[in-house]
C-alpha cells in the first residue's frame, strides 16, 4: 500500500503540480496532494469507511485537517500545503475497553509497568523519524520511570533545525497496550511565519553578540531582601528587557516580544447572599466563642459604607449602589478585613472624562458608562488598605501621555492617612494610564541611605477629570531592617560582572514583523525566523551585590533527581536496589547502608518515593518531617497515631504495611485459613498471621534457608528494599 501511494505521489510530483497552491487551483485538486503525502509520510491503511477534509488558510500558514473514521478507528492529522504533518490524533474503541486491571490503582499501590517509558520511547522516536522534515530532529527528554501501569507515555522535547535549538517543541504519546501513537504536534502549528529559513551559519562570534547585547544593559541600585534572616542591602537590578536577542548575520539587537494584552472586562462580583437560620438553642464550643469573638468591634456594612462615602477623594459618589460587604479573618494576626463593593450603571461619560476617540476629550451622549468600585478596610478600625475602580464602556483609549505632578487633595489624603509610611518615602515612578478614562498612577517606596527599597510601597491612580482615587494599594512590612550602603561599587563594574554571566547560544527564534489583532483581544505577531545569538543562564539572577561585586543568582533544577549509591557493591540485594533507583525509589543520599537497621521514618521515605515523593535524606528536618508524615498519613501507610521517626521497624511490620495497601487486606484479617509454612509460625502473632501468608503467595517474602522467617527482628534496609522488589514484581 505504501508503494501505491509513493507512485501516485511521484506521479503528482511529475505533472509539475506539487508547487505551493494558485488562486485557481481547485480545493479538492489541493485536498487531493495533501492527502496522498499524508498517507504516504503515514502509511495510512485503507481500512477507514468515511473521510473529509477542511481547510484553514490565510496568507501566511494554510492548513488542512484530514478526518479518517470508521466504526472502531478515529483519526485526525494537521498538515501544511505539501503535506507536512503537524499534528496527529487516533483513538479507537479498544482504547475505551481496557481491563479494569490495567490501569486502576489504589491511592497507593505501586507496581513496575508492563512497558516502561524506556520500552515504549523508540515508538515514539520512529513516528518522529517519520514525520519530521530535512534538517529537523528532536531529542526526547529524559523522566524517571514510572512506578505503576500507566496508559500512556507522553514524550516532549525542542524542535533543533540544522542541528541548532529552535523556538518550537514537539510532543508525541504513545499507548501502552500496543504500543500505537495517539497524538502528536508542533508547537509551530499555529505560527505564521514568512520568509525563508536561515543558513545555519553565523556572521559574528558570540563574544561580539555578547558585546553587542550589554551596550543595552540597565541596572539600577536598589534595597533588596535575599535572606529572610539578614537586613536588606543594596543591590544592583536588572531593569532592562529580557526579550532581546543578537541577530546572528546582521549583529541587530531584535526583540522578541510582540504580545501586548487589550484592556478587557471584568464581571461584577457576586454579591449574592445565602440566607442563615441561627439555632439560638444550639451549645458554642470555647473554641466556636473565641471564634466568634474575633468580629467583635468591627463596623457593619452600612457604617462602612457611610464612612466611604464621607470621603469625597474616593469618588463614591450617589450615583453608586452599596452591592455588598465581605468580611475576612486573618487566624495568625485576628485582623478583619471588610470589602465592600459598589456599581455605578448608566452613567454620564462626561462626569469622568470619557474619550470618544483618540484626540479628544468629547464624550458620547449615546453611550453610558458602568462603573465597579472595590474597597477594602480594617474592619475595626477603618483604616483604607486597598482601593479598586474598572471603567466599563464603548469608548477609546486615550493617547498616553507623562503624568501630572500628584494632585494636592490626593497627597494631603495620603499624608493624613499614612504619614509615617509616607515620610518616609519619595516618588520611585510616575506613568499616565489610559483605560476608557484618562489616569496618572504614582508608586512611592521607602528610600533609605539614598536607594529606593520597593518593597516598602504605596501605588494610587487617580483619575485626572474628576481627581478621585481610582486605585490605591500598599505594601509595608517596619520589621525590614537596611544594612548600611557604604563602598558601593560602580555600576560599570557591576556592568561587567552581569555581562559576563551570560553564554551566548547559536538558534533559531521568531522575530515579530507584524501585528494582527484576533478576537481573544491579543495582538498575534506574524514572524520571520531568523539565526540569533541568545543571552543563557542556567537559573534566575537577581543582580550584583553593590558591596562585594559578587552576582547574586539561583541555579535552576535541572531533571528528575537521581540515586546513585556509593555502598552497594558487595550487597546481595545490589541489582534489585538499583532496580528500585531507576525508578526513582530509594533514598536520596550518597549510600544506602544495607546493613542498617530501617527505622520508621526510612520505611516512610522508602515508600513515598514509590509514589513519587523526593526528600534529599540529610536535608530533612522538624517541618519537612511533618509534611512526610502527614504524606504516609493520607496514603494509608500509617495509622494517624503513629509518629516514631527512629523506632526500628520489625520484619513483620514490613510485611503488614506492604500487604495492608493491597486490595488482600482484609482477607488477610480472616483467622484459620492460612499456613504460612515457616518453621517459626509460632513467633508470628494472630493478628499478623494472614498478612504473612499472603505475602509468602505473593512471593514478597519466601524465608531463609533455615526455613525461618524471623518475624519480629529489626529488618535491614537491604531486606526491606528487597521485599518493596518483590512486592513491585507481583501480577496486577
Known amino acids: 500500500m505504501r508503494k501505491t501511494f509513493?507512485?501516485?505521489?511521484?506521479?503528482?510530483?511529475?505533472?509539475?503540480?506539487?508547487?505551493?497552491?494558485?488562486?485557481?487551483?481547485?480545493?479538492?485538486?489541493?485536498?487531493?496532494?495533501?492527502?496522498?503525502?499524508?498517507?504516504?509520510?503515514?502509511?495510512?491503511?485503507?481500512?477507514?469507511?468515511?473521510?473529509y477534509g477542511s481547510l484553514s488558510e490565510d496568507v501566511y500558514a494554510p492548513f488542512w485537517s484530514l478526518y479518517w473514521s470508521n466504526e472502531i478507528e478515529q483519526l485526525n492529522v494537521t498538515a501544511n500545503e505539501s503535506g507536512k504533518v503537524f499534528m496527529y490524533q487516533y483513538d479507537s474503541r479498544e482504547d475505551n475497553d481496557y481491563p479494569v486491571t490495567f490501569y486502576y490503582r489504589s491511592l497507593f499501590d505501586p507496581?513496575?509497568?508492563?512497558?516502561?517509558?524506556?520500552?515504549?520511547?523508540?515508538?515514539?522516536?520512529?513516528?518522529?523519524?517519520?514525520?519530521?522534515?530535512?534538517?529537523?530532529?528532536?531529542?526526547?527528554?529524559?523522566?524517571?520511570?514510572?512506578?505503576?501501569?500507566?496508559?500512556?507515555?507522553?514524550?516532549?522535547?525542542?524542535?533543533?533545525?540544522?542541528?541548532?535549538?529552535?523556538?518550537?517543541?514537539?510532543?508525541?504519546?504513545?499507548r501502552t497496550a500496543d504500543l500505537k501513537i495517539t497524538d502528536f504536534s508542533r508547537s509551530d502549528l499555529y505560527t505564521s511565519v514568512q520568509g525563508t529559513l536561515p543558513s545555519p551559519e553565523a556572521s559574528i562570534t558570540p563574544?561580539?553578540?555578547?558585546?553587542?547585547?550589554?551596550?543595552?544593559?540597565?541596572?539600577?541600585?536598589?534595597?533588596?531582601?535575599?535572606?529572610?534572616?539578614?537586613?536588606?542591602?543594596?543591590?544592583?537590578?536588572?531593569?532592562?528587557?529580557?526579550?532581546?536577542?543578537?541577530?546572528?548575520?546582521?549583529?541587530?539587537i531584535v526583540s522578541t516580544s510582540l504580545y501586548y494584552p487589550l484592556y478587557g472586562g471584568r464581571g461584577l462580583a457576586d454579591t449574592a447572599e445565602a440566607g442563615m437560620k441561627a439555632d439560638h438553642n444550639a451549645g458554642l464550643t470555647p473554641t466556636e466563642l473565641l471564634?466568634?469573638?474575633?468580629?467583635?468591634?468591627?463596623?457593619?456594612?452600612?457604617?462602612?459604607?457611610?464612612?466611604?462615602?464621607?470621603?469625597?477623594?474616593?469618588?463614591?459618589?450617589?450615583?453608586?449602589?452599596?452591592t455588598g460587604v465581605n468580611y475576612?479573618?486573618?487566624?495568625?494576626?485576628?485582623?478583619?478585613?471588610?470589602?465592600?463593593?459598589?456599581?455605578?450603571?448608566?452613567?454620564?461619560?462626561?462626569?469622568?472624562?470619557?474619550?470618544?476617540?483618540?484626540?479628544?476629550?468629547?464624550?458620547?451622549?449615546?453611550?453610558?458608562?458602568?462603573?465597579?468600585?472595590?474597597?477594602?478596610?480594617?474592619?475595626?478600625?477603618?483604616?483604607?488598605?486597598?482601593?479598586?475602580?474598572?471603567?466599563?464602556?464603548?469608548?477609546?483609549?486615550?493617547?498616553?501621555?507623562?503624568?501630572?505632578?500628584?494632585?494636592?487633595?490626593?497627597e494631603s489624603w495620603m499624608k493624613t492617612n499614612f504619614s509615617d509610611a509616607f515620610s518616609a518615602c519619595e516618588l520611585y515612578f510616575s506613568s499616565a494610564a489610559s483605560n476608557i478614562v484618562a489616569q496618572d498612577s504614582y508608586t512611592?517606596?521607602?528610600?533609605?541611605?539614598?536607594?529606593?527599597?520597593?518593597?516598602?510601597?504605596?501605588?494610587?491612580?487617580?483619575?485626572?477629570?474628576?481627581?478621585?482615587?481610582?486605585?490605591?494599594?500598599?505594601?509595608?512590612?517596619?520589621?525590614?531592617?537596611?544594612?548600611?550602603?557604604?563602598?558601593?561599587?560602580?555600576?560599570?563594574?557591576?556592568?561587567?560582572?552581569?555581562?559576563?554571566?551570560?553564554?551566548?547560544?547559536?538558534?533559531?527564534?521568531?522575530?515579530?514583523?507584524?501585528?494582527?489583532?484576533?478576537?481573544?483581544?491579543?495582538?498575534?505577531?506574524?514572524?520571520?525566523?531568523?539565526?540569533?545569538?541568545?543571552?543563557?543562564?542556567?537559573?534566575?539572577?537577581?543582580?550584583?551585590?553593590?558591596?562585594t561585586g559578587e552576582l547574586i543568582s539561583e541555579r535552576y533544577e535541572t531533571g528528575d533527581m537521581i540515586i546513585i549509591y556509593n555502598d552497594i557493591g558487595s550487597s546481595y540485594a545490589r541489582a534489585k536496589i538499583e532496580a528500585l533507583a531507576e525508578y526513582g525509589i530509594g533514598f536520596y543520599a550518597d549510600s544506602f547502608k544495607p546493613t542498617l537497621g530501617l527505622t520508621e521514618k526510612d520505611m516512610i521515605l522508602l515508600l513515598l518515593s514509590a509514589s513519587g515523593y523526593r526528600y534529599l535524606y540529610d536535608d530533612i528536618d522538624d517541618n519537612s518531617l511533618d509534611r512526610i508524615y502527614q504524606s504516609a498519613y493520607s496514603l494509608g501507610i500509617l495509622p494517624r497515631d503513629q509518629r516514631s521517626p527512629e523506632r526500628p521497624v520489625t520484619r513483620i511490620e514490613m510485611v503488614r504495611t506492604l500487604v495492608g495497601i493491597t486490595t488482600y487486606a482484609q482477607a488477610a484479617e480472616i483467622k484459620g485459613i492460612f499456613d504460612c509454612g515457616f518453621t517459626d509460625d509460632g513467633d508470628i502473632s494472630d493478628s499478623d498471621y494472614g498478612y504473612a501468608a499472603i505475602a509468602k503467595g505473593l512471593k514478597i517474602i519466601s524465608g531463609n534457608t533455615d526455613g525461618t522467617f524471623r518475624p519480629n527482628e529489626t529488618i535491614t534496609r537491604q531486606e526491606a528494599a528487597v521485599m518493596l522488589y518483590n512486592f513491585m514484581s507481583r501480577d496486577s
Open 444 to 547: 512611592y517606596c521607602q528610600k533609605v541611605n539614598g536607594y529606593f527599597y520597593t518593597g516598602n510601597s504605596m501605588n494610587v491612580t487617580v483619575n485626572t477629570f474628576t481627581g478621585t482615587i481610582d486605585n490605591f494599594s500598599m505594601y509595608w512590612n517596619d520589621e525590614i531592617s537596611f544594612a548600611p550602603a557604604d563602598d558601593v561599587i560602580s555600576v560599570d563594574s557591576a556592568l561587567n560582572t552581569y555581562a559576563e554571566a551570560y553564554m551566548f547560544t547559536l538558534g533559531y527564534t521568531l522575530k515579530p514583523i507584524e501585528e494582527r489583532t484576533d478576537y481573544s483581544g491579543y495582538y498575534p505577531a506574524v514572524y520571520e525566523i531568523i539565526l540569533s545569538y541568545s543571552p543563557v543562564f542556567d537559573g534566575y539572577i537577581t543582580g550584583v551585590d553593590a558591596i
Open 6 to 51: 509513493a507512485f501516485i505521489l511521484a506521479l503528482i510530483l511529475s505533472l509539475g503540480i506539487s508547487a505551493p497552491a494558485s488562486a485557481a487551483e481547485s480545493l479538492d485538486s489541493r485536498l487531493t496532494k495533501v492527502t496522498l503525502a499524508v498517507k504516504n509520510t503515514l502509511d495510512i491503511p485503507d481500512t477507514f469507511d468515511a473521510f
Open 207 to 252: 563574544d561580539k553578540a555578547s558585546e553587542i547585547l550589554s551596550d543595552t544593559y540597565e541596572l539600577e541600585p536598589l534595597y533588596v531582601v535575599t535572606d529572610q534572616e539578614k537586613p536588606a542591602h543594596v543591590v544592583y537590578v536588572p531593569q532592562h528587557s529580557m526579550t532581546s536577542v543578537v541577530d546572528a548575520k546582521t549583529g541587530e
Open 328 to 410: 475576612y479573618v486573618d487566624n495568625e494576626t485576628d485582623e478583619v478585613t471588610a470589602r465592600i463593593d459598589y456599581w455605578a450603571e448608566g452613567q454620564n461619560p462626561e462626569v469622568y472624562g470619557a474619550f470618544s476617540d483618540n484626540s479628544s476629550q468629547t464624550s458620547v451622549p449615546d453611550n453610558t458608562l458602568s462603573i465597579y468600585k472595590s474597597f477594602e478596610l480594617d474592619a475595626k478600625t477603618g483604616i483604607l488598605k486597598n482601593v479598586y475602580t474598572y471603567y466599563n464602556g464603548k469608548y477609546d483609549e486615550a493617547i498616553d501621555a507623562q503624568a501630572n505632578p500628584l494632585d494636592s487633595a490626593v
Open 111 to 174: 507496581i513496575f509497568p508492563k512497558v516502561t517509558r524506556k520500552m515504549a520511547k523508540p515508538y515514539a522516536e520512529a513516528f518522529i523519524a517519520k514525520v519530521l522534515t530535512a534538517g529537523e530532529s528532536v531529542e526526547l527528554e529524559e523522566r524517571n520511570e514510572s512506578p505503576s501501569n500507566e496508559r500512556y507515555y507522553s514524550y516532549s522535547g525542542t524542535l533543533k533545525i540544522n542541528g541548532l535549538d529552535s523556538p518550537f517543541s514537539v510532543y508525541v504519546t504513545v
Open 291 to 322: 471564634g466568634i469573638s474575633k468580629l467583635e468591634g468591627v463596623y457593619t456594612g452600612e457604617e462602612l459604607d457611610t464612612m466611604l462615602r464621607s470621603r469625597a477623594i474616593l469618588g463614591v459618589t450617589d450615583e453608586f449602589s452599596f
